[in-house]
């Protein structure tokens, strides 16, 4: 592959379109018009607009998806694609969790055959993990190229997923998420707290739960959340946040606020939606010393029964995936540690636990 298409201009158009580039390939970035699509072309990219038959593209020797998270405008501007691209050229969404099948039913079977689903998390350039995704009839040699290019050429962690809904890392993730929404109001903890004891504590990032949603956006995560088939949902503080458009980073509040440049940040009380400054937590600070991990989550288990209820309900929750989204325990764990910088994966815990969460 030397020439690609990414179709869609936005965030994560825009940084796919420029780790291609950095790759050595030859980047064609497209959006609604051609202002829209130079906005977003790092150096490297060509920008174009969906204008006068899609230019470009029938050059092109892959073509990447990356719109927004809707069926219907994916659907139409496939409809443009089958017509203009070359045969045989595979066709790839960054969709996080819409079904490959509902994507491409009703198409022609060489393009269904050549369509599959490769999803980078954001922002690509940093996170390890790109989902690889097989639609209905997706040609196995067509899997078997984009592997190769993106461990090879891109150098990231490609997992095999199945056509389930939210794949493999965003399942377990937003499940995650919606379990430590639950517990934190069921134990009476406030937003800190519980960021405290579901971040590094336990080998996840220091974005560890609510923080994450800032930087996602509340918006994008209740979407990946209400993608899960099985239960998760959003606290029901978190859907007042949404309504009132308080959507994290993006819109300047969320669960934590920052007034200005110089002004301290604060969180939100989800009791009252109200904010005050951080107050810092009353938990045992000796235990983020802990190495390795997992005797330190050994102690955070056996300290805070928080963290125990969570991470055995995380566990439980995963190993009853196997094998409707993946064959292999192995394929979760990776795809937790390269696509949310866990330390562990579900698997890797209940192995570092032991009787410990007995």
């Given at each position: 592959?030397?020439?690609?298409?990414?179709?869609?201009?936005?965030?994560?158009?825009?940084?796919?379109?420029?780790?291609?580039?950095?790759?050595?390939?030859?980047?064609?970035?497209?959006?609604?018009?051609?202002?829209?699509?130079?906005?977003?072309?790092?150096?490297?990219?060509?920008?174009?607009?969906?204008?006068?038959?899609?230019?470009?593209?029938?050059?092109?020797?892959?073509?990447?998806?990356?719109?927004?998270?809707?069926?219907?405008?994916?659907?139409?501007?496939?409809?443009?694609?089958?017509?203009?691209?070359?045969?045989?050229?595979?066709?790839?969404?960054?969709?996080?969790?819409?079904?490959?099948?509902?994507?491409?039913?009703?198409?022609?079977?060489?393009?269904?055959?050549?369509?599959?689903?490769?999803?980078?998390?954001?922002?690509?350039?940093?996170?390890?993990?790109?989902?690889?995704?097989?639609?209905?009839?997706?040609?196995?040699?067509?899997?078997?190229?984009?592997?190769?290019?993106?461990?090879?050429?891109?150098?990231?962690?490609?997992?095999?997923?199945?056509?389930?809904?939210?794949?493999?890392?965003?399942?377990?993730?937003?499940?995650?998420?919606?379990?430590?929404?639950?517990?934190?109001?069921?134990?009476?903890?406030?937003?800190?707290?519980?960021?405290?004891?579901?971040?590094?504590?336990?080998?996840?990032?220091?974005?560890?739960?609510?923080?994450?949603?800032?930087?996602?956006?509340?918006?994008?995560?209740?979407?990946?959340?209400?993608?899960?088939?099985?239960?998760?949902?959003?606290?029901?503080?978190?859907?007042?946040?949404?309504?009132?458009?308080?959507?994290?980073?993006?819109?300047?509040?969320?669960?934590?606020?920052?007034?200005?440049?110089?002004?301290?940040?604060?969180?939100?009380?989800?009791?009252?939606?109200?904010?005050?400054?951080?107050?810092?937590?009353?938990?045992?600070?000796?235990?983020?010393?802990?190495?390795?991990?997992?005797?330190?989550?050994?102690?955070?288990?056996?300290?805070?029964?928080?963290?125990?209820?969570?991470?055995?309900?995380?566990?439980?929750?995963?190993a009853g995936l196997i094998p409707e989204i993946a064959d292999h325990p192995h394929d979760i764990d990776r795809a937790m540690r390269w696509g949310y910088g866990h330390a562990l994966g579900p698997f890797e815990m209940r192995g570092a636990l032991g009787p410990e969460l007995t």
């Amino acid at each position: 592959m030397q020439r690609v298409a990414v179709l869609g201009a936005g965030t994560m158009g825009s940084r796919i379109a420029e780790l291609l580039a950095e790759s050595g390939m030859q980047v064609l970035l497209l959006d609604l018009t051609a202002e829209a699509a130079l906005r977003g072309a790092a150096a490297g990219v060509t920008a174009s607009s969906f204008d006068d038959g899609l230019p470009g593209i029938q050059e092109c020797d892959w073509v990447v998806e990356a719109v927004a998270e809707n069926l219907a405008v994916k659907r139409a501007l496939y409809e443009r694609i089958a017509v203009h691209r070359r045969r045989s050229t595979p066709v790839t969404t960054n969709t996080s969790g819409i079904p490959l099948r509902s994507l491409v039913e009703g198409f022609g079977a060489e393009f269904r055959q050549c369509f599959a689903g490769v999803h980078f998390f954001n922002p690509p350039k940093v996170l390890h993990l790109v989902e690889l995704v097989p639609g209905p009839e997706t040609r196995p040699e067509i899997l078997d190229a984009l592997e190769q290019f993106c461990t090879v050429r891109l150098r990231k962690g490609v997992v095999r997923c199945k056509d389930t809904p939210n794949f493999i890392a965003n399942r377990i993730g937003a499940n995650l998420s919606a379990i430590v929404q639950r517990e934190m109001i069921v134990e009476g903890l406030s937003i800190e707290e519980a960021d405290w004891l579901t971040g590094p504590l336990i080998g996840l990032p220091k974005s560890a739960t609510f923080r994450l949603i800032d930087v996602i956006g509340l918006d994008v995560w209740a979407q990946v959340t209400k993608n899960v088939p099985d239960g998760a949902a959003l606290a029901p503080f978190l859907e007042d946040l949404l309504q009132r458009g308080w959507l994290g980073r993006k819109s300047g509040q969320g669960c934590y606020r920052k007034a200005g440049k110089e002004a301290p940040i604060e969180v939100l009380d989800w009791r009252t939606l109200e904010y005050h400054p951080l107050k810092g937590v009353q938990f045992d600070p000796a235990l983020l010393s802990i190495e390795p991990i997992a005797e330190r989550l050994q102690a955070a288990v056996a300290t805070y029964p928080f963290v125990r209820k969570v991470i055995s309900e995380h566990i439980t929750y995963a190993a009853g995936l196997i094998p409707e989204i993946a064959d292999h325990p192995h394929d979760i764990d990776r795809a937790m540690r390269w696509g949310y910088g866990h330390a562990l994966g579900p698997f890797e815990m209940r192995g570092a636990l032991g009787p410990e969460l007995t």
